[in-house]
């Protein structure tokens, strides 16, 4: 797989792929990801950890920030700045325990240049060149309706600092889910209006929650820490895993919005070549399986009941969390802070 294949590979959007060639032709281009320190990492997070895998095995220069102002202007952890700090330094031992080495990514805090007056510059000039309306637009990066600026004009401020951010950290790729993609559309309109390097914008699936599915908008029903049943944690047990994806949304033969399949597309298919899914010898025996069209295939025409499925889910993903488990068990600080601060 080249370069350009393993940076497509599990997106859902490249805007555009014909800059994205003509970057990868720099000895070391730029990217970033952001994140607001606001909580449990869970599962889904992985999607992001394996992509970012894959543009740091491409040579590229990869940047986590960690946006500790925007989840204060979230409302994050109650506005609490401590909190939110505490669980930045936890969101860095998620991170390695994914397989991304603290020593290769450079993590920033975004506290730590708001300071500079260049920074601000470029939140003004963003500001002035885009009108209220367009700001508004990009507000579902927040998880906020256009109408909640109405009361906390801070709200409005965010969109603006996110796109100062990507040219300020000077990134030619801006990474992250597709509840990302109006924040890195501003970011590219503006880019013009200011005669700044437009950034390539790579997204990648959200994972539905458990409880969720359906045919719905997928940045409705994805799969958040506010929602704990349906979600899984990194640190859930082995019997939690089980017990939430037991009774996790799977209708027999249906794929879209079925969120165990796309644990299946996005995670355990990222994983592993190969998957075994057990079965009673009076149900068919076991199937292996060597891709995530095979799997579709068989569960549309309903040669494999979703219950044998749910079980093969939770054994795999259990499998996947297993070193992230024993990571936390041998580095507890971090986590046990942040939880005491939280009251967990």
Known sequence: MN?????????????????????????????????????IVHLGWKICANKIKDFLDCNFDFTILLADWHAYINDKLGG????????GEYMKDCFEAMG??????????ASDYVSDPRYWELVLKIAKANSVARVKRAMDIMG???????????????PVMQVADIFYLDVDVAYGGMDQRHA??????TAKKLNLKSPIAVHTPLLTGLQAGGRM?????????????????????????ERKIKKAYCPKG??????????????????????????PDKYGGDI??????????????????????????ATYVNMILEPIRKYFENHPENLERFLEMINI
Not at 184 to 189: C, E, G, I, T, V
Not at 217 to 241: G, N
């Open 3 to 39: 370069k350009m294949e393993r940076l497509l590979s599990n997106t859902v959007e490249v805007v555009t792929e014909k800059e994205l060639a003509e970057i990868l032709k720099k000895e070391r281009p730029k990217a970033y990801i952001g994140f607001e320190p606001s909580g």
């Open 80 to 87: 609490n700045l401590d909190k939110i700090k505490a669980c």
């Open 100 to 109: 991304i080495s603290k020593d290769k990514v450079n993590f920033v805090y």
């Open 144 to 158: 906020r309706k256009q109408e909640e600026a109405e009361k906390d004009l801070s709200k409005l401020f965010y």
């Open 184 to 189: 890195h559309m501003l970011a590219r309109d």
């Open 217 to 241: 908008d997928p940045a409705e029903v994805k799969m958040s820490k506010s929602k704990p049943e349906s979600m899984i944690s990194l640190h859930d047990s082995p019997e939690d895993v």
């Open 254 to 279: 249906e794929v879209d919005g079925n969120p165990v399949m796309e644990i299946w597309k996005y995670i355990i298919f990222q994983e592993f070549d190969r998957c075994v899914i057990e079965r």
């Open 288 to 313: 292996e399986v060597t891709s995530y069209s095979e799997l579709e295939t068989m569960f549309v025409k309903e040669e494999l009941h979703p219950m044998d499925l749910k079980k093969a889910t």
